[in-house]
């Protein structure tokens, strides 16, 4: 009696979670069905709120909403309102793939926009592509994402990971001898956006001369450094430079510290690019002379920078860290093809546009290979005085490049 | 040999806090037979509770864990009455089901209470280590280790030593003759639920600390503490100790020896490897269940 009780009580579980599941999937608006001319044109994204990338994907969605506000105010998109649909996929691969899909089935949406860091964006564009719709993603600059023969794919940045390190690399081999590293160590996370960064920067530091003393990859459930730069400790390099997102990034440089490693050189992927969040993170005096490579700058010049800025500090205050700009320029790009090809209904006449035009947004004016991967350098940051200012390249500096890095704590 | 002494050192550090979060654990499932996927997020409030106190009136994180503790031992014995009892003698199904269930909840409304930007508890000492004779120890670390072994002796002589623990260990062994000779098992139950928790909220004190984190880490905490304890063999104290301090010196010897990139699966072979010869565990006990299984 109590077997048959307890197993019906089960399939009632059972059930009840299929059931869920099933309306969760069903659920959503059917906002955008896209004819009528005076209803708003619908945008599909799944972000990462929460999970492992909550950081980026939340900064994300800041810089999506503060694009939709401004294109809104500004009269629309070929005179129609902009709707954002947000899902968050929880920074899970294949909850990505689920959202994409309902976003284009279900939702049915006009446009995509694409979602954070490499790892989401690879499965995520593979269902735009395979719609036939145009994705333009604000990160994922792994270079396997291009290799793919994609058509519909652009990536809004200056630069494919890859080249993210090059120019800092550069500026390395062609410091005077007495002053050039001459041991390097590299950890990284095992990321498709974070290990091209690193090998990009290895190659040719190696070429300039600079000896590589320590080179791991380790996994992205690690929480405990202290292995990892003990290890770089006795192999006493005169420069780290780490490939990381966001936590692994934190919980390097207060290991580092801990263990009163402090080399001459320090430049970390992602994290340090994160603004206040970054220096709370590893403590305000500690990041001083830290390299990142960054694509955007609040104080630069470029066309409608300041605007975004400030509807940023007005909406969610403070600056605006780099992956709200990033998704903002994502959205400039959609903007900019749209309204030359002054129609959302041939999605491949979009991808051809961006392919053979350049658009100014306000990392800077964009252009595209054919494999959608974009064109331009990156741009050098370094913590000074407790502030994230652009170093390199020198017609875009806000400040004096500095070599050294000179934790507080240890200094 | 001083790297090799440094690695075991780091190792059996980790393995500490290890123990004392998976400590609680074991020990619900000892008394109840529920296998508490929830445990992780409660390690996380853990955490969250003590930034809050650290953040809002200057608590010193780890002294905090006296203040952290009963906070989540109250939140741990509100959700038994309310949550887990119901389904207490359920099948076992019904329990994994609802309690990870229960951490998809808690990790919303941690998100909701605290925001899903990663968050670190930086005090003073955060970043600095104790050295002597080339090696170092990170305070913090080494703060959170004491704690853990003090919590666990606290608990260890709770379970052997008192009326209390020998009621906690008569329910867990028998149950229907535990209730004959006057043991109320569902308080104990309640009891043991509340005290489990607490313990995962003081290991989440520790590794608030040592490490950032988000509402969402707790996907990362729940896979080493349910491979600790099976390692250890469920329901038992010691064997949870002795799990987590191998599988901490497991990590931190594959990361120097063999690579980082192996350091969070080769602890899991292990386990693979200890099941395949002692299929209950390193101190676990085989139940009649198990041999009628077999």
Redesign the interface.
Known sequence: MSHVS?RR??SA?ALT?ALAFGFAACGGDDSGSGDDDDSPISIGTSLP????F??P??AAEQGYKIWQDMVNDGGGLLGRDVELVVKDD??NQNTIVADYNALIGQDKVDLLLGTFSSLLNLPASAVAEKNQMLYVEPAGGSPEMFSRGFQYLFFAQQATADRQGLVFADWVANLPEDQRPKTAAY?TL?DPFASPVVEGAKAALEEAGVETVYE????I????F???V??MK?ANPDLVFHGAQ??DG??MT??M????FTPDMFFETNAPSFGD?YS??V?AD?TEGVFFAVSHSPDADTPGNAEFVQAYEDEFGGLPPEDAADAYAAGQVLQAAVEAVGSIDDQEALADWLRENEVETILGPLSWEDTGAPTGEFLIGQWQGGKAEIVLPEDASTAEIKPGWTPG?AG | MT?LL??LL??LL?GGVYALAASGLTLIFGVMRVINIAHGAFLILGAFVTYWLWDAFGLDPLLGVVLTTPIVFGVGWITYKLVVSPVRT??M??TV?LTFGLALVL??AM?EIWG???T?I?PSY????F?FGGL?L????VYGGLIAVVVLVLLWLVLTKTWLGRAIRAAATNPASAELVGIKVASVAALVFGIGIAAAGAGGAI?GV???F???SH??WI?RLLAIVVLGGLGSLNGAVLGALMFGVA??LT??YV???W???VPYAIVFAVLLIRPQGLLGTRLREDAVAA
């Not at chain 2, 990170?138 to 670390?141: F, I, N």
Request: proline share 6%; glycine share 12%.
């Open positions: 307890r009580g089960l579980l979670g709120l929460t999970g492992e909550s950081q994907g939340q929880a920074s950890p095992d791991e990859t380790y996994a459930d690690t929480k405990n202290d292995t990892i003990s290890a006795n966001f936590e934190i919980g207060r290991s510290l801990k263990a009163d969040q709370e993170g403590g500690n704590g | 790297e440094q690695t780091l190792g980790l359920a099948p199904a019904s089901l990790e919303g998100g899903n930007n990663s670190a930086r955060a970043d600095e280590s050295t170092f990170p305070k913090a670390q590794t040592l490490y950032p988000v509402p969402g996907y990362q896979a990590e931190t990361s120097a690579s980082p990139a350091a969070t699966a």
